[in-house]
């Protein structure tokens, strides 16, 4: 062999890893690229294009129109609608942006628990179970951004020891919290790990500062799982309860375990504050930045009960749960299948991954065309989550002597972490809530399998290939059905053909009688203001019309004395044109009185299958 081939060949192998992020980033481009255009829930559309447009008008959330959110999105899709024009692409055209830099990210935590070529297949997986089954530019999908960006940082504070990474890490928790409350979640399991993190001293430790750091994890233990508590509580349900409570009250009990079992040699109290505040800092300063256009009398207010009081209101119009029977049939039926994995024999343990790899492609066929085999399938990877965090966690509390302690502590870290991000599934369990957290939990069976002296290799990559091609095949095209999209051909004339639509393909009902519904309204509507209610923002946005009220979704608004005040805002805005929603998601129908009133004061009218549309001659 050539001398210069040989002295190549460490070279070559340093390059695989950049070479296979390189791959893996690029096939996700392409796949994302697909489907950034397709699928849509016109509510979700309408309700972020129109906070974006009123932002854009010099509005302030909270302060000027009741956000259903916190307000950063508001801003974020203001900022792409300047770049990339007024409509609704745009919005997905900034989040494809995030989602280029999160695959770096998932793939820098996934490296850190195996071989590259590892790392790069569970990145597919994640990226499979991620965006493209639902590219709207919700903030739930930020939340799971931004968490990763702050596990990343962690983990490079683990590795560099530089203490600006917990600032990092702080600032993306904090920035999360700007797009949704529920990036709150994430700070929580983040501060957890925190307590229990070690670093690398010598220093003495005295009983009193060991105590202290006793004390200190014990009330922050609590008070998270009182207040995981008393948020299930608001909405309870037995499956529910245990499926979400569960792994937050494994990971508190772990803290607790390990803060009475450490031997850390560091002066214990003020390292572990010391982090907190760090971390606690960086969180602080974006939000701080956030509030100074609250800065007035009663705004500060307003935004307080638009982010922290109004959303308790949505416990009461979008519930959405799981059964008992449901929670206790997957989660055993995944436990089970852990236990036949572990004890078949190693003699036959590679026919059994074979098998699985084979039957993989018919699984999923199978699973498409027939919904009983679907739902079996989704219960047991659904219920898998509770059941890694908690076995997970057991793994490291009997102190698995392959792994080494900085090892460990990643692995606890991702595990609290996806323990509370999964909350973000609560109170509205849907399917796609799952993907709002399915890559942190790939992420956790690859790193819990770490743990494991001899895991099965050829049957796991069976259930792999098992998991990929169910969600490639089954799960994102099920979410286009649930749309009514999914025997559309890519060659079709999309029903969706507004200016405003920004060329998203968008078939079948629902996009055809939202076309049909905007140019009614532009036929008929006269000035710059129209009324439309229960629950359509998307009716403002794409007509380009504003609203005259501050409410985006019916439900969120004060009951006492709304019809006089929607009839003045009408009056003061000389509103000429009102459309009704016969068939809203969320909110109940339109009052009786107040539907009297414009039955009296809007007596032309034109129907769609689910919208009335009256105005005045």
């Not at 983040?190 to 994890?217: D, M, P, Q, Y």
């Not at 079992?261 to 701080?288: H, T």
């Not at 749960?321 to 055993?332: E, K, N, Y």
């Not at 095949?473 to 969706?496: I, M, Q, W, Y």
Request: charged share 15%; net charge positive; with cysteine.
């Amino acid at each position: 062999m050539d001398k210069s081939a040989i002295d190549q060949t460490p070279r070559i192998r340093n390059l695989t890893p950049q070479l296979l992020l390189a791959a893996v980033w690029l096939l996700s481009a392409v796949y994302m690229a697909m489907e950034i255009r397709r699928s849509w829930l016109p509510h979700d559309e309408g309700v972020l294009a129109q906070s974006a447009e009123r932002v854009l008008l010099g509005e302030v959330p909270h302060r000027d129109f009741d956000e259903i959110y916190t307000g950063g999105l508001s801003y974020l899709n203001a900022g792409a609608f300047r770049l990339f024009g007024t409509n609704l692409a745009s919005m997905r055209y900034m989040l494809y942006l995030f989602f280029l830099a999160w695959v770096p990210s998932l793939y820098y935590i996934a490296s850190r628990f195996g071989a590259p070529w590892v790392a790069a297949s569970f990145t597919l997986l994640a990226v499979a179970w991620s965006v493209p089954n639902y590219t709207t530019a919700m903030p739930s999908w930020y939340n799971l951004f931004f968490a990763t960006f702050g596990l990343a940082a962690l983990f490079r504070h683990f590795e560099t020891r530089q203490h600006r990474w917990l600032f990092v890490a702080g600032l993306c928790g904090g920035i999360s919290f700007l797009f949704k409350l529920s990036g709150l979640y994430y700070v929580a399991g983040s501060l957890l790990f925190l307590l229990v993190a070690e670093g690398k001293g010598n220093a003495r430790v005295t009983r009193v500062e060991r105590g202290g750091c006793i004390a200190l994890a014990v009330l922050c233990v609590l008070a998270y799982e009182v207040s995981v508590f008393s948020l299930l509580r608001k909405g309870f349900h037995p499956g529910s309860f245990l499926y979400f409570f569960l792994p937050t009250l494994t990971v508190g009990a772990a803290v607790i375990w390990q803060r009475l079992q450490s031997q850390n040699r560091d002066r214990e109290f003020s390292s572990v504050l010391g982090n907190l505040l760090l971390f606690g800092a960086g969180v602080a300063i974006p939000v701080l930045l956030f509030l100074i256009p609250y800065l007035r009398p009663g705004a500060i207010a307003d935004f307080v009960r638009g982010v922290f009081v109004l959303p308790g209101k949505r416990l009461q119009y979008t519930v959405k749960t799981q059964s008992l029977l449901r929670f206790l049939t997957g989660a055993a039926a995944d436990l089970m299948f852990l236990i036949a994995i572990f004890k078949t024999p190693r003699k036959i343990r590679g026919a059994v991954g074979s098998l699985l790899v084979a039957a993989a492609l018919v699984v999923a066929v199978v699973a498409r065309k027939h919904p009983a085999v679907f739902d079996g399938i989704w219960v047991a990877i659904w219920n898998m989550l509770p059941v890694v965090i908690v076995a997970g966690v057991l793994l490291l509390m009997a102190k698995a002597t392959n792994v080494s302690p900085e090892q460990r502590q990643k692995i606890f870290l991702l595990l609290a972490v996806t323990a509370a991000c999964n909350l973000v599934q609560f109170p509205y369990s849907a399917q796609i809530y799952f993907c709002y957290v399915a890559p942190l939990l790939i992420l956790c069976v690859l790193a819990a399998g770490t743990l494991l002296e001899a895991p099965p290799r050829r049957v796991l990559s069976g259930l792999f290939c098992v998991c990929l091609l169910y969600a490639l095949l089954v799960v994102t095209p099920r979410f286009k059905f649930n749309r009514r999209e999914l025997h559309v051909s890519r060659g079709s004339t999309p029903d969706f053909v507004l200016p405003r639509a920004g060329g998203l393909l968008l078939y079948g009902a629902d996009a055809k009688e939202n076309t049909d519904l905007v140019n009614l309204v532009d036929q008929h509507a006269r000035g710059k203001y129209i009324y439309a209610t229960p629950d359509c923002p998307q009716v403002y946005f794409l007509s380009g019309f504003r609203n005259p009220t501050r409410t985006l979704f019916d439900f969120l608004d004060e009951q006492p004395g709304r019809t006089q005040r929607i009839l003045a805002a009408i009056h003061a805005r000389n509103v000429n044109l009102v459309v009704i929603n016969l068939a809203p998601d969320f909110s109940g129908p339109v009052p009786q009185d107040l539907r009297e009133v414009l039955e009296r004061e809007f007596p032309e009218q034109a129907l769609t299958p689910n919208y009335e549309v009256r105005w005045k001659p």
